[in-house]
Nanobody, 120 residues
Framework: VQLQASGGGLVQAGGSHRLTCEISARSSYAMAWFRQAPGKEREFVAA????????NYADSVKGRFTISRDIAKKTAYLQMSALKPEDTAVYYC????????????????WGQGTQVTVSS
C-alpha cells in the first residue's frame, strides 16, 4: 500500500489551501493527516473513517480544517482555511485498519509528506 500526499505550498495567513492524499489500494482503510513542525514532534490533525461517516479533529484545527474522502478515487483531502503561521509544517497522510483514531500507531501506512508554509 502506498500513499502519495500532494498540494503543499506557500499560503498567506488567513487563506485556504487543500491537500490531497492518494492511496494505491482499494480497501477499507481509515485515513488521517498528521503534521510535524520544525523542532516539534509529529501531531495528529484529522482522521476519517473508511466510509467517511465519522471523523476526528485536533482541537487546534477544529472548525478550520475539514477532512473528506472520495472512495471511488481512493483519495482523501484536507481542506484548510483560516490558516495561521503555526500551521506551518510537513503534513503526512496515513492509512490504517482502525479509525478514525488520533493515535499515530493506529496507522500502518504513511505518505512522504508535503510542506505547507503559512506566511504572516
Amino acid at each position: 500500500v502506498q500513499l502519495q500526499a500532494s498540494g503543499g505550498g506557500l499560503v498567506q495567513a488567513g487563506g485556504s489551501h487543500r491537500l490531497t492524499c492518494e492511496i494505491s489500494a482499494r480497501s477499507s482503510y481509515a485515513m488521517a493527516w498528521f503534521r510535524q513542525a520544525p523542532g516539534k514532534e509529529r501531531e495528529f490533525v484529522a482522521a476519517i473513517s473508511w466510509g467517511g461517516g465519522s471523523n476526528n479533529y485536533a482541537d487546534s484545527v477544529k472548525g478550520r480544517f475539514t477532512i473528506s474522502r472520495d472512495i471511488a478515487k481512493k483519495t482523501a483531502y484536507l481542506q484548510m482555511s483560516a490558516l495561521k503561521p503555526e500551521d506551518t509544517a510537513v503534513y503526512y497522510c496515513a492509512a490504517g485498519s482502525y479509525g478514525p483514531s488520533f493515535e499515530s500507531n493506529s496507522y500502518d501506512y504513511w505518505g512522504q509528506g508535503t510542506q505547507v508554509t503559512v506566511s504572516s
